[in-house]
Nanobody, 119 residues
Framework: QVRVVESGGGLVQAGGSLRLSCAVS????????INWYHQALGKQRELVAS???????NYADSVKGRFTISRADTKNAVYLQMNNLKPEDTAVYYC?????????????WGQGTQVTVSS
């Protein structure tokens, strides 16, 4: 069974930093693409950052230059370093693992971790 578990959320003042972690099991992690999404109350879920199995990264314009996604394949983990946080970053952050190998293809989601940025 595939498990995707986020951690690291919390309350932080504007300008502060948080590091989110995503632990993935049940798939061949090194071949998975990983995405971080966030969803603010009353808003659609939006892609924040992504990293492919080859390490290619992409970011939403709203976080580019402030957030960094990285992966540690030996730990089956992905991280989202969030710096210079803004109140508009407040949302539930979800880790999404996309398994690409033929026998395990799927799109798997964690339950989310709350990030709240105060002004």
């Amino acid at each position: 069974q595939v498990r995707v578990v986020e951690s690291g959320g919390g309350l932080v003042q504007a300008g502060g930093s948080l590091r989110l972690s995503c632990a993935v099991s049940g798939i061949t992690f090194r071949y998975a693409d990983i995405n971080w999404y966030h969803q603010a109350l009353g808003k659609q879920r939006e892609l924040v950052a992504s990293i492919t199995s080859r390490g290619k990264t992409n970011y939403a314009d709203s976080v580019k230059g402030r957030f960094t996604i990285s992966r540690a394949d030996t730990k089956n983990a992905v991280y989202l370093q969030m710096n210079n946080l803004k109140p508009e970053d407040t949302a539930v952050y979800y880790c999404n693992a996309r398994a690409k190998l033929l026998l395990e293809k799927g799109d798997y989601w964690g339950q989310g971790t709350q990030v709240t940025v105060s002004s």
